[in-house]
């Protein structure tokens, strides 16, 4: 029944999707890319502490930064064919290793990690825990981002993979979804009993009171560094370097602390390194 389930959900997903973007790209941004003198593209999950630190750098340089936001893989795919952009920021540094050949990426800035959790709705309903086979079990609502389009998907998949489930557990999946949002609205639309997400987000104010994250084994968290790399087309790469090197400042890198992407240790360690 799953099977159909997802097949369904997928075709339904991949409409939504579409239809999704068309309507994004017909919105009207606050800085377009021409009026921009910055375009960052970035993961989605990340863009609460860039867009705090962008607004911040435009007030000191008295510039315009443009923050194009969006599933990294999908993102990864539109710079390669427009060749434009100044910065690119994915939620792992796998995009980098696997595209290395594009010779697009080049110099990189560490502000944080991605960790990978359980989440599932405030108060635990179902009583889950931090064993990865309990997606297996066919009782269970499971909703997983798509390694095809995000980083959360791809991270995902290599942790199953490594459980040696991946494709067991994928026939069990209720449905695939193509980014971290998504995967939240899965919880609150009563769609999900459980998914696999980046624990960042969970501690957010909106997210926080509704969900709840189960901690994975270490091995299985696939912990992902998050690197702003600049982009070999762009057409102000001084600027774009100084945003950066912003970006990895203490101050920086306390912003992205905040919002949970360095727990106390790694930031301790991170802002001595910069001094």
Not at 10 to 26: M, R
Not at 178 to 188: E, G
């Given at each position: 029944m799953k099977s159909i389930i997802s097949i369904i959900s997928?075709?339904?997903?991949?409409?939504?999707?579409?239809?999704?973007?068309?309507?994004?790209?017909?919105k009207q941004p606050e800085k377009t890319q021409t009026q921009a003198d910055l375009v960052i593209y970035s993961g989605i999950t990340m863009v609460k502490p860039l867009k705090l630190l962008a607004h911040e750098f435009e007030k000191l340089h008295q510039i315009n930064i443009h923050i194009e936001q969006g599933a990294s893989g999908y993102l990864y795919r539109t710079i390669r064919t427009l060749n434009t952009g100044d910065i690119y920021?994915?939620?792992?540094?796998?995009?980098?290793?696997?595209?290395?050949?594009?010779?697009?990426?080049?110099?990189?800035?560490?502000?944080?990690?991605?960790?990978l959790s359980f989440v599932?709705?405030?108060?635990?309903?179902?009583?889950?825990?931090?064993?990865?086979?309990?997606?297996?079990?066919?009782?269970i609502s499971v909703v997983l981002a798509s390694p095809d389009s995000s980083a959360v998907g791809k991270a995902t998949k290599t942790a199953l993979e490594d459980a040696n489930i991946c494709m067991d557990v994928f026939e069990n999946v209720t449905y695939f979804t193509?980014?971290?949002?998504?995967?939240?609205?899965?919880?609150?639309n009563h769609?999900?009993?459980?998914?696999?997400?980046?624990?960042a987000s969970?501690?957010?104010?909106?997210?926080?009171d509704n969900v709840d994250?189960?901690?994975?084994?270490?091995?299985?968290?696939?912990?992902?560094?998050?690197?702003?790399?600049?982009?070999s087309f762009s057409k102000k790469p001084e600027l774009a370097k100084k945003f950066m090197a912003y970006a990895s400042s203490n101050h920086g890198l306390k912003t992205f602390a905040h919002y949970g992407f360095l727990l106390p240790d790694e930031l301790e360690k991170l802002t001595n390194m910069t001094e």
């Open positions: 997928s075709l339904a997903l991949t409409f939504s999707f579409f239809a999704l973007t068309g309507c994004e790209k017909s920021f994915p939620g792992t540094e796998t995009y980098r290793i696997e595209h290395a050949e594009d010779n697009i990426l080049l110099d990189r800035v560490l502000v944080g990690f991605n960790r599932v709705a405030e108060g635990n309903p179902k009583n889950l825990n931090s064993d990865i086979r309990q997606l297996l079990n066919p009782n193509t980014d971290s949002h998504r995967l939240f609205s899965s919880i609150d769609e999900a009993d459980i998914t696999m997400n980046w624990y969970t501690v957010w104010e909106e997210y926080s994250s189960i901690e994975l084994p270490e091995h299985l968290q696939q912990k992902r560094r998050l690197e702003l790399n600049l982009l």
